[in-house]
């Protein structure tokens, strides 16, 4: 039956499309027939002129069908929709019939007759189109591979098209829906039954529940954080809802149902962005990105974009990132009609002459500078590259920014520049400290460089979620550094909207910090990560789980706690989410012998020497693992 559907289905369009004009003609004839057959209570022969109301049912019925569009729908999709066109073109059929056969007073024409056979005719269109959706989706007939059993979160509108769409691959056993409505509760919506959320653990355990997928797009952030903790125990996987579009064509089965966002492993409600702010910094401006290609880097680009800025210059040294970068951006720009100009730019920021050539001959109004090597123990074993890249990198782009009289630098630093026990960390601080010092000495025309802190980005390139997700795929273990492990998380949104509105704000000098919340430990994020997928953690209380957590100690240069600040001093800004630290530096002259003897260090590769230097010059550096 599978091998006959393919075939059919490969069938070009108009061989499809003549083969269902033929069988509504026969149809319309057999409509006809049984109509007569009804009103004579015989089963009728046509004679004489009988046989011109017979071929009058396809004369009509084919041009009328081919106007409302029904030879260009998909059978197996066929809806609601669909049949209320078929019935809008049978009216039409009805009503054409009855007037030509009375206008032409013919002899042969009982009046019930014309009532009769355009409800046949209705009866028999409408069916074939019903069962033809079916064989063609391979439902219905006994030959379903349920790929699960699943109860969908949320009986609203979305809960419900995805009930209908989910049907037509006939992937999955859907056992029922969960909401928290009590006029839904104890309904059947498409004869699935309702149940009340305080059901779902009876549910799971006398069902068989194996998934439940969250369909409430309009539940706030806080509801679908409840909801989450409230399944968090139980052994099922939860994702939440695909795209209607992608679920419906059948491109896409219960495998393919997205896992939880990022958003939801957070815990706490995303920082919004303040849309005032954006605009006024963005808006038909020159946009220069560094390190464009990456997480931040093209989330920074994406979002810019939607400010409508005059031009984005993409710097990157990965060719195949800038490309994959440049490609999607036209597309959406192609796609919003935007003349938004997108320069694609290869090159390194340790490239001084090319970082002055790009900075004079476009003129940035601003530029986000995202270029640096962040992975903590690539840095540690490669500590010369992570040097001039993350110090002398900053310095380049941040001099060529000052001699074109760019208006303003923003920098994209992290937790770890915060009393760093690594190299990555202290690197960044150093690159903080540079544009402290240049911002104290700049002139009031001169650029504004401001700095941006935050914390660990949830799913960004050698984020832990992708390798916990990528671990749990591959049955474990989920490999953790130390029980103890805590971090604060961001989403890679709330991060951009930070860097964003932290150089709306800027005067000049500023480290900005976000208000991210309790830290979470990253313990409690795999043990989350596990239940939600429908496991079990295989502990000392469950020595038969699914997932075991392996401790492999703290990496070189990583530490047990992360911070925001070197001080205990942060005043607020303009966003109530975002503060402003005050952290203190070398004054230029001072920080530039620092610099002389760091430069010497790295291109000499030693380590021992960089390591003097960051002390000397990073509060709190110290280079050992597993301090905190």
């Given at each position: 039956m599978k091998k006959v559907i393919k075939q059919v289905l490969a069938w070009p369009r108009p061989a499809k499309r003549a083969f269902v004009v033929a069988v509504d003609i026969v149809i319309a004839l057999l409509a006809t027939w049984v109509a007569f057959s009804l009103r004579y209570e015989i089963l009728h022969w046509p004679s004489n002129d009988q046989w011109w109301i017979y071929l009058l049912g396809p004369v009509l019925a084919v041009p009328i069908f081919a106007r409302f569009g029904l030879y260009r729908a998909i059978f197996r999709y066929t809806g609601m929709d669909a049949l209320l066109a078929t019935g809008q073109a049978i009216a039409l059929y009805a009503l054409s019939r009855i007037v030509l056969l009375y206008w032409v007073k013919w002899p042969v024409f009982p009046l019930t007759l014309g009532v009769l056979q355009p409800i046949i005719f209705f009866m028999l269109i409408g069916s074939s189109r019903v069962l033809a959706r079916y064989w063609l989706a391979g439902i219905g007939l006994g030959k379903e591979h349920h790929e699960g059993r699943m109860l969908i979160y949320g009986a609203g509108a979305a809960g419900v098209q995805t009930s209908s769409a989910m049907a037509i691959t006939g992937h999955v056993n859907l056992l029922g829906f969960i909401d928290e409505d009590l006029a839904k509760i104890g309904q059947t919506i498409n004869g699935v039954p309702v149940f009340s959320a305080m059901q779902v653990p009876t549910l799971v355990r006398d069902l068989g529940i194996t998934d439940i997928l969250l369909a409430i797009p309009s539940a706030s952030r806080d509801r679908r954080?409840?909801?989450?903790?409230?399944?968090?125990?139980?052994?099922?996987?939860?994702?939440?809802?695909?795209?209607?579009?992608?679920?419906?064509?059948?491109?896409?089965?219960?495998?393919?149902?997205?896992?939880?966002?990022?958003?939801?492993?957070?815990?706490?409600?995303?920082?919004?962005?303040?849309?005032?702010?954006?605009?006024?910094?963005?808006?038909?401006?020159t946009i220069l990105v560094t390190g464009a290609g990456g997480s931040i880097g093209s989330e920074l680009c994406r979002q810019i974009l939607r400010e409508r800025p005059r031009r984005m210059l993409l710097l990157d040294h990965s060719e195949f990132g800038l490309y994959a970068l440049h490609r999607e951006l036209q597309a959406w720009c192609v796609a919003q009609h935007s003349d938004i100009e997108l320069v694609p730019l290869l090159g390194s920021v340790g490239n001084r002459q090319r970082l002055d050539w790009i900075c004079a001959s476009y003129q940035p109004d601003t530029v986000y500078h995202a270029a640096a090597y962040k992975h903590v123990p690539m840095v540690e074993c490669n500590p010369s590259e992570g040097i001039f890249n993350n110090v002398f990198g900053t310095l380049n782009m941040a001099q060529a920014a000052q001699t074109a009289r760019v208006s303003s630098f923003v920098l994209v630093s992290t937790d770890k520049a915060v009393r760093p026990t690594n190299l990555m960390g202290a690197s960044k601080r150093m690159a903080e400290m540079v544009l402290q010092a240049m911002a104290e000495r700049a002139g009031a025309h001169d650029t504004r460089f401001s700095m941006v802190r935050f914390g660990n980005v949830l799913g960004s390139s050698g984020s832990v979620v992708p390798m916990f997700r990528e671990q749990i795929a591959q049955g474990g273990?989920?490999?953790?550094?130390?029980?103890?492990?805590?971090?604060?998380?961001?989403?890679?949104?709330?991060?951009?909207?930070?860097?964003?509105?932290?150089?709306?704000?800027?005067?000049?000098?500023?480290?900005?910090?976000?208000?991210?919340?309790?830290?979470?430990?990253?313990?409690?994020?795999?043990?989350?990560?596990?239940?939600?997928?429908?496991?079990?953690?295989?502990?000392?209380?469950?020595?038969?789980?699914?997932?075991?957590?392996?401790?492999?100690?703290?990496?070189?240069?990583?530490?047990?706690?992360?911070?925001?600040?070197?001080?205990?001093?942060?005043?607020?800004?303009?966003?109530?989410?975002?503060?402003?630290?005050?952290?203190?530096?070398?004054?230029?002259?001072?920080?530039?012998?620092?610099?002389?003897?760091?430069?010497?260090?790295?291109?000499?590769?030693?380590?021992?020497?960089?390591?003097?230097?960051?002390?000397?010059?990073?509060?709190?550096?110290?280079?050992?693992?597993?301090?905190?």
């Open positions: 954080n409840k909801i989450i903790q409230s399944l968090r125990s139980l052994p099922v996987h939860t994702r939440t809802l695909p795209g209607l579009a992608d679920l419906t064509s059948g491109r896409v089965t219960v495998r393919d149902f997205r896992e939880l966002d990022v958003e939801d492993l957070l815990g706490r409600a995303a920082v919004m962005p303040q849309a005032d702010l954006l605009a006024c910094s963005l808006f038909n401006q273990p989920l490999t953790i550094t130390h029980p103890e492990v805590t971090r604060y998380f961001m989403t890679i949104p709330e991060a951009v909207q930070l860097v964003l509105q932290a150089a709306a704000m800027a005067v000049g000098g500023e480290v900005f910090v976000l208000d991210m919340g309790e830290p979470v430990k990253i313990l409690d994020l795999a043990r989350r990560l596990v239940g939600l997928s429908g496991l079990q953690v295989r502990d000392a209380e469950h020595p038969h789980g699914d997932i075991e957590l392996s401790f492999i100690g703290l990496r070189p240069g990583e530490k047990l706690y992360e911070e925001l600040l070197i001080g205990d001093n942060p005043s607020a800004t303009a966003h109530p989410r975002i503060m402003k630290a005050h952290e203190d530096f070398m004054a230029w002259p001072e920080l530039m012998i620092q610099v002389r003897h760091l430069r010497e260090a790295a291109g000499a590769e030693d380590v021992d020497a960089i390591r003097r230097v960051l002390q000397t010059c990073v509060h709190g550096f110290c280079n050992e693992v597993g301090t905190d």
